[in-house]
């Protein structure tokens, strides 16, 4: 059974449409990348697969209606690491990871030893050993997004939903935290995630996603998806795809079209 079923999938925000009768499914232990222009969709489909959002049509987890499932359950099930984060408060580094257990926690509860040294190796994982004191104001981009992907990690959920994680790492940062989620997908952790950077997507997803205009254009291998007529018809880009069985996928542009 797949970790999450979609049928006829639809979401309208202020009453204009977004998502436009999706059909899907998510595979337990398989990276998913979800591609698209800028407005296709995207993040409002991961806010929705999250909860977060209300929609029509039919949305399940692991063999339940999203909207049936308990707020603090779902959290226990589905992590999400959303693009851009503004706090009004200034955390310590630590303290902003360990809420990343409170849906571990009853509400009276403390947190212990053991969600302490959860939340540190979480960030020594993500190259940020020695950050637990540090005010979180304090951090570059780059960095604070490191200390929310440290926050999701510890919350242990099955589904780990990314919105261009990747956006204000540098090119080291980039590819240490994709391998390290590859990791978690090597050992049966579910991930789907927004990503801009194509060649990337074709790196390290195990299934694509491509969405224009709240449709769902196409799914399947980015081999048998990230083709030249897919990229000029959703991406308005005239490019060579290299798609050699024993290298990573290669995207050469050549001119934007109309």
Same mark, same amino acid.
Request: charged share 25%.
């Given at each position: 059974?797949?970790?999450?079923?979609?049928?006829?999938?639809?979401?309208?925000?202020?009453?204009?449409?977004?998502?436009?009768?999706?059909?899907?499914?998510?595979?337990?232990?398989?990276?998913?990348?979800?591609?698209?222009?800028?407005?296709?969709?995207?993040?409002? =489909?991961?806010?929705?697969?999250?909860? *977060? &959002?209300?929609? @029509?049509? /039919?949305?399940? !987890? +692991?063999?339940?209606?999203?909207? %049936?499932?308990?707020?603090?359950?779902?959290?226990?099930?589905?992590?999400?690491?959303?693009?851009?984060?503004?706090?009004?408060?200034?955390?310590?580094?630590?303290?902003?990871?360990?809420?990343?257990?409170?849906?571990?926690?009853?509400?009276?509860?403390?947190?212990?030893?053991?969600?302490?040294?959860?939340?540190?190796?979480?960030?020594?994982?993500?190259?940020?050993?020695?950050?637990?004191?540090?005010?979180?104001?304090?951090?570059?981009?780059?960095?604070?997004?490191?200390?929310?992907?440290?926050?999701? =990690?510890?919350?242990?959920?099955?589904? *780990? &939903?990314?919105? @261009?994680? /990747?956006?204000? !790492? +540098?090119?080291?940062?980039?590819? %240490?935290?994709?391998?390290?989620?590859?990791?978690?997908?090597?050992?049966?952790?579910?991930?789907?995630?927004?990503?801009?950077?194509?060649?990337?997507?074709?790196?390290?997803?195990?299934?694509?996603?491509?969405?224009?205009?709240?449709?769902?254009?196409?799914?399947?291998?980015?081999?048998?998806?990230?083709?030249?007529?897919?990229?000029?018809?959703?991406?308005?880009?005239?490019?060579?795809?290299?798609?050699?069985?024993?290298?990573?996928?290669?995207?050469?542009?050549?001119?934007?079209?109309?």
């Amino acid at each position: 059974m797949a970790l999450i079923e979609a049928k006829d999938l639809r979401v309208a925000l202020s009453g204009k449409p977004i998502l436009n009768g999706l059909t899907f499914e998510l595979e337990r232990g398989k990276w998913n990348g979800l591609l698209g222009p800028n407005g296709s969709g995207k993040t409002t =489909l991961l806010r929705t697969i999250a909860g *977060l &959002i209300p929609y @029509e049509g /039919t949305l399940i !987890l +692991d063999g339940r209606s999203t909207a %049936e499932w308990p707020r603090k359950e779902m959290a226990k099930r589905v992590a999400f690491v959303r693009q851009t984060h503004a706090i009004s408060f200034d955390f310590r580094v630590l303290d902003l990871v360990l809420l990343g257990r409170a849906p571990h926690k009853s509400l009276l509860s403390v947190y212990s030893d053991d969600d302490a040294d959860r939340a540190r190796r979480a960030l020594t994982q993500l190259d940020l050993n020695g950050f637990e004191d540090r005010s979180f104001h304090s951090l570059s981009g780059g960095e604070q997004q490191r200390v929310f992907l440290a926050q999701a =990690l510890v919350q242990e959920a099955d589904l *780990l &939903i990314l919105d @261009e994680p /990747t956006t204000y !790492l +540098d090119v080291h940062h980039q590819f %240490e935290f994709m391998e390290y989620v590859q990791s978690l997908v090597q050992e049966g952790k579910t991930v789907i995630g927004a990503v801009h950077d194509l060649e990337m997507a074709a790196r390290f997803a195990d299934h694509v996603q491509v969405l224009q205009n709240g449709h769902l254009s196409a799914k399947g291998s980015p081999a048998d998806v990230l083709t030249p007529s897919l990229l000029a018809d959703v991406f308005r880009m005239a490019a060579h795809v290299t798609n050699d069985p024993e290298k990573p996928l290669r995207i050469a542009y050549s001119r934007t079209l109309p």
